[in-house]
């Protein structure tokens, strides 16, 4: 099994686990995300870092939460994706949480080309609540094109999350 398989295993299985803390997920708001690491990180083809923010909606479908990414590679690199995630509360302050989206991505670089400009983007991430519900936590993502181009060499990133409710930040401009 690949590593996007191994997420995607992980993913379904946390996700029907019967985690605590039901009360400190009512009432989570839209997110803004924010966050920087090293992008290529297991196999080191670019010396690159990345850029990511994601909006991160509160409401949920089901298990589900809609959100909206898009990336910055210092390669030249870029993408915007949509896509799902589901938050699993390890108590009152630790927040795990899986996350899948199709991206569209632009540019490439001698040294790694991804293979299709539809990518599919897996990302673990876990993550410390504060007290304000602001988060910071540690990813990693893998994206891969699931055979859609005519190579599939995927590629991994490692980032650090800082997660600030829309609440909060819109209060700043009151």
């Known amino acids: 099994m690949n590593f996007r398989g191994m997420l995607a295993t992980l993913a379904v299985a946390l996700s029907l686990m019967p985690f605590g803390a039901p009360a400190a997920a009512q009432d989570d708001p839209d997110f803004l995300t924010i966050a920087v690491g090293k992008f290529d990180v297991f196999r080191n083809r670019e010396e690159d870092a990345?850029?990511?923010?994601?909006?991160?909606?509160?409401?949920?479908?089901l298990i589900f939460k809609p959100f909206i990414t898009g990336a910055y590679?210092?390669?030249?690199?870029?993408?915007?994706?949509?896509?799902?995630?589901?938050?699993?509360?390890?108590?009152?302050?630790?927040?795990?949480?899986?996350?899948?989206?199709?991206?569209?991505?632009?540019?490439?670089?001698?040294?790694?080309?991804?293979?299709?400009a539809l990518e599919f983007r897996s990302r673990l991430e876990l993550a410390y609540r504060f007290g304000d519900r602001s988060r910071i936590g540690l990813s990693?993502?893998?994206?891969?094109?699931?055979?859609l181009g005519d190579g599939n060499p995927g590629v991994e990133s490692a980032m650090i999350n800082y997660s600030m409710s829309m609440d909060t930040l819109l209060g700043f401009f009151k």
């Open 140 to 147: 990693i993502d893998h994206s891969s094109n699931a055979g």
């Open 73 to 116: 590679v210092t390669n030249e690199s870029s993408f915007i994706g949509a896509g799902v995630l589901v938050d699993i509360y390890l108590g009152r302050r630790w927040v795990l949480t899986p996350q899948f989206s199709p991206t569209y991505w632009q540019g490439a670089t001698d040294n790694l080309d991804l293979g299709h």
């Open 50 to 61: 990345e850029i990511r923010v994601d909006y991160r909606f509160g409401k949920k479908f």
